[in-house]
């Protein structure tokens, strides 16, 4: 999970980044945001890579989402096929989990080669 060392940039700097973790021998993956509906905290487009120890900078969301995008991220560093991830939440279900709104967000994860 997150190391806590998160943080946002733009997409061409985090692709800067990413391949220099790649040139230092770190295994990279890069999620990004491809469609949204209804409320979401990041826009299509928006980036997140992380490297196999756990290195994050940018964003896809936030809490559960994230930490699920990581998850998945590692799986695809250590060999599975990339991975189209889609999170939704009723309004209904958002109140209950603490949320002001529903929406759907879907991430595409794949290793940065």
Known sequence: MADGN?????????????????????????ATVVA???????PVGSQLIVDDTLRLQGSVSGGCIEGAV??????????????????????EQAWDVGLACGGTVKVFVENVE
Request: proline share 6%; no cysteine; net charge negative.
């Open 6 to 30: 998160m943080t946002t940039g733009k997409a061409e700097d985090l692709l800067a980044e990413a391949a220099r973790w790649r040139d230092e021998g770190h295994k990279v993956a890069l």
């Open 36 to 42: 949204t509906w209804g409320s979401s905290p990041r």
């Open 70 to 91: 990581v998850h998945e991220a590692q799986a695809i560093m250590a060999g599975a096929p990339p991975k189209l991830l889609e999170f939704g939440v009723t309004d």
